[in-house]
């Protein structure tokens, strides 16, 4: 398998995470989206969609890092990243969209780049900008994670699913950004479980070997 990846990218991350805890090994391509090499033609003849991460896997490429995970999960079952139960998989799955479909596309590279350089707003607007809607994803989420009850050491008890892999890469963004993440006691407990765990410690931004 292929991995096209950058270290920043929280998408990415997410996929990292979850060919860790799956013990699968890969070939990181790495694809720098400051220098715009996403956008390149080398890398759209890949993904025309021109967005990381993509996998390539049996001479297919998936894009989209929560159908990738999900791919992942079916091809390769155990540890399984989705519980069997369809309200507990509901239950995920809503976390994991809170994070990937509510929170991220406001806050992605693109976004700033056209706060910045489309809307012309300085480096204060476009972070009051990012940490308005991590306050207002993050508040829903830590709601969501309380009203249902479910949470323990992970989103969904003592199980480690797809929606810790979704939200630790989130809150990796919002400290980048020195987000105040004080309100969200239940989704900090989560993340600093997650943390001790070694498929989410080794494949954190710093970590990774484009990051130099």
Same mark, same amino acid.
């Given at each position: 398998?292929?991995?096209?990846?950058?270290? $920043?990218?929280?998408?990415?991350?997410?996929?990292?995470?979850?060919?860790?805890?799956?013990?699968?090994?890969?070939?990181?391509?790495?694809?720098? +989206?400051?220098? %715009?090499? *996403?956008?390149?033609?080398?890398? $759209? #003849?890949?993904?025309?969609?021109?967005?990381?991460? !993509?996998?390539?896997? %049996?001479? $297919?490429?998936?894009?989209?890092?929560?159908?990738?995970?999900?791919?992942?999960?079916?091809?390769?079952?155990?540890?399984?990243?989705?519980?069997?139960?369809?309200?507990?998989?509901?239950?995920?799955?809503? !976390?994991?969209?809170?994070?990937?479909?509510?929170?991220?596309?406001?806050?992605?590279?693109?976004? +700033?780049? *056209?706060?910045?350089?489309?809307?012309?707003?300085?480096?204060?607007?476009?972070?009051?900008?990012?940490? *308005?809607?991590?306050?207002?994803? +993050?508040?829903?989420?830590?709601?969501?994670?309380?009203?249902?009850?479910?949470?323990?050491?992970?989103?969904?008890?003592?199980?480690?699913?797809? %929606?810790?892999?979704?939200?630790?890469?989130?809150?990796?963004?919002?400290?980048?950004?020195?987000?105040?993440?004080?309100?969200?006691?239940?989704?900090?407990?989560?993340?600093?479980?997650?943390?001790?765990? %070694?498929?989410?410690?080794?494949?954190?931004?710093?970590?990774? #070997?484009? !990051?130099?």
């Amino acid at each position: 398998m292929k991995l096209y990846t950058y270290f $920043r990218s929280s998408a990415s991350y997410r996929v990292r995470i979850a060919l860790a805890l799956k013990g699968l090994a890969y070939e990181p391509v790495f694809v720098n +989206l400051p220098k %715009a090499e *996403h956008r390149g033609e080398a890398y $759209r #003849a890949v993904n025309p969609q021109a967005l990381v991460p !993509a996998l390539e896997d %049996a001479g $297919r490429v998936l894009t989209q890092s929560l159908a990738i995970i999900e791919y992942l999960d079916e091809t390769h079952p155990e540890p399984p990243l989705l519980p069997r139960a369809p309200l507990d998989r509901a239950y995920v799955r809503a !976390a994991a969209q809170i994070v990937a479909c509510e929170i991220h596309p406001l806050n992605n590279l693109r976004v +700033l780049q *056209h706060l910045r350089g489309g809307l012309g707003l300085d480096e204060a607007g476009v972070n009051a900008w990012y940490r *308005h809607w991590i306050a207002e994803g +993050l508040a829903s989420l830590e709601r969501h994670l309380v009203a249902e009850g479910r949470a323990g050491r992970y989103t969904l008890g003592d199980v480690v699913t797809l %929606a810790d892999c979704c939200l630790v890469p989130q809150i990796f963004n919002a400290k980048r950004f020195e987000c105040d993440l004080a309100p969200y006691p239940t989704v900090m407990g989560v993340f600093g479980e997650c943390m001790k765990l %070694a498929a989410f410690d080794l494949t954190q931004p710093a970590k990774q #070997a484009d !990051a130099a």
